[in-house]
């Protein structure tokens, strides 16, 4: 088992950023891929941005790209996503969540590959 705990949520004006963090324990943290996946009201469950085990492997949504930035320690079992730029549209539930099989490509986009997931932060971002 996994545990992942996210924290760094909160409410934002447009234009400024916040820091997610997700901290894991349980297993070997570096034996799992990462990912950030977002859920507003009403809406599925989306992908946001993933990290491979070593952290070499980053990708992200389209919507997001050049705003958000993944990154990884495994000295300290955390993933991190810096968010710039917010917008009123990231509002939402933000999870992380842990693969432990090989990844590749569409793999990190789909929640299916994702064996462990957190409580989740809200981020709301005001006009």
């Known amino acids: 088992q996994v545990q992942l705990v996210e924290s760094g949520g909160g409410l934002v004006q447009a234009g400024g950023s916040l820091r997610l963090s997700c901290a894991a324990s349980?297993?070997?943290?570096?034996?799992?891929?990462m990912g950030w996946f977002r859920q507003a009201p009403g809406k599925e469950r989306e992908f946001v941005s993933a990290?491979?085990?070593?952290?070499?492997?980053?990708d992200y949504a389209d919507s997001v790209k050049g705003r958000f930035t993944i990154s990884r320690d495994n000295a300290k079992n955390t993933v991190y996503l810096q968010m710039n730029s917010l917008k009123p549209e990231d509002t939402a539930v933000y999870y992380c969540?842990?693969?432990?099989?090989?990844?590749?490509?569409?793999?990190?986009?789909?929640?299916?590959?994702?064996?462990?997931w957190g409580q989740g932060t809200q981020v709301t971002v005001s006009s």
């Open positions: 990290i491979s085990k070593s952290g070499e492997y980053t």
């Open positions: 349980g297993r070997t943290f570096s034996n799992y891929n």
């Open positions: 969540a842990a693969a432990g099989r090989y990844l590749s490509g569409p793999d990190y986009y789909t929640i299916r590959s994702y064996d462990y």
